[in-house]
């Protein structure tokens, strides 16, 4: 059972993963979604998210995609984590500077269109018809939200792994970001809590559970 501490949670009595969604609520721009284990890494011994996870916080990611337009990620954790085609109704955008998009289920499979944005002057074309090159430069989320809001694309939910979500901060473009945290005790440094990509955000959201917290930001 969730435990719900401050903010949003707090308010709406939030004592599961539903009802800790629904108090999220639904949102427009970049909200970022990251899980970090006990002494902040974004990946397990394995190189993926997966192993530091728990089933409440997949249940959060479901939920939260549910909520999204387009879901952003990058090739490297596409890859790793074999990104499908999402069976929400969101769209799927992947990111990679050299152009590389071999080795991810969605892109040989998506039957929607699925898009890629890519640095490489020559990037492997994938031979998916569905699948949408557009070119980036090194600052890879200039003229983004332009890009998306001509797409209607209101809701867009960042699940990069950390450098090229720090980029999307850099760019100030992400107005939320929620952030689990795996394997805390109680005598884990308070510190841990804070976000690990703006030190100036603003904390409205904390839940927590057997060890794991839930927090929602404001930037």
Same mark, same amino acid.
């Given at each position: 059972?969730? $435990?719900?501490?401050?903010?949003?949670? *707090? &308010? #709406?009595? /939030?004592?599961?993963?539903? @009802?800790? +969604?629904?108090?999220?609520?639904?949102?427009?721009?970049?909200?970022?979604?990251?899980?970090?284990?006990?002494?902040?890494?974004?990946?397990?011994?394995?190189?993926?998210?997966?192993?530091?996870?728990?089933?409440?916080?997949?249940?959060?990611?479901?939920?939260?995609?549910?909520?999204?337009?387009?879901?952003?990620?990058?090739?490297?954790?596409?890859?790793?984590? $074999?990104?499908?085609?999402?069976?929400? *109704? &969101? #769209?799927? /955008?992947?990111?990679?500077? @050299?152009? +590389?998009?071999?080795?991810?289920?969605?892109?040989?499979?998506?039957?929607?269109?699925?898009?890629?944005?890519?640095?490489?002057?020559?990037?492997?074309?994938?031979?998916?018809?569905?699948?949408?090159?557009?070119?980036?430069?090194?600052?890879?989320?200039?003229?983004?939200?332009?890009?998306?809001?001509?797409?209607?694309?209101?809701?867009?939910?960042?699940?990069?792994?950390?450098?090229?979500?720090?980029?999307?901060?850099?760019?100030?473009?992400?107005?939320? @970001?929620?952030?689990?945290?795996?394997?805390?005790?109680?005598?884990?440094?308070?510190?841990?809590?804070?976000?690990?990509?703006?030190?100036?955000?603003?904390?409205?959201?904390?839940?927590?559970?057997?060890?794991?917290?839930?927090?929602?930001?404001?930037?």
């Amino acid at each position: 059972m969730i $435990q719900a501490t401050f903010g949003l949670a *707090k &308010s #709406a009595n /939030a004592r599961n993963i539903a @009802s800790l +969604d629904a108090c999220y609520g639904e949102w427009t721009g970049v909200r970022s979604n990251h899980v970090l284990d006990p002494i902040g890494r974004f990946s397990g011994i394995d190189g993926s998210s997966r192993s530091i996870s728990t089933s409440e916080d997949r249940e959060l990611l479901l939920a939260l995609r549910k909520r999204a337009d387009l879901i952003v990620v990058d090739a490297a954790t596409a890859r790793l984590e $074999q990104y499908k085609a999402p069976k929400s *109704k &969101s #769209a799927l /955008a992947i990111f990679s500077s @050299s152009g +590389d998009f071999t080795g991810i289920p969605a892109v040989d499979t998506s039957e929607s269109p699925i898009y890629l944005f890519t640095g490489s002057s020559s990037p492997l074309h994938p031979t998916n018809p569905n699948a949408v090159l557009i070119p980036i430069t090194d600052k890879p989320f200039e003229g983004f939200l332009a890009w998306a809001k001509k797409h209607s694309f209101d809701a867009i939910l960042l699940e990069a792994g950390p450098t090229l979500t720090a980029k999307a901060f850099v760019a100030r473009i992400v107005r939320q @970001s929620a952030i689990t945290r795996t394997g805390l005790s109680s005598e884990s440094d308070p510190k841990l809590l804070a976000n690990p990509f703006d030190p100036q955000a603003k904390l409205i959201s904390l839940a927590l559970a057997s060890g794991t917290s839930f927090s929602l930001w404001s930037h």
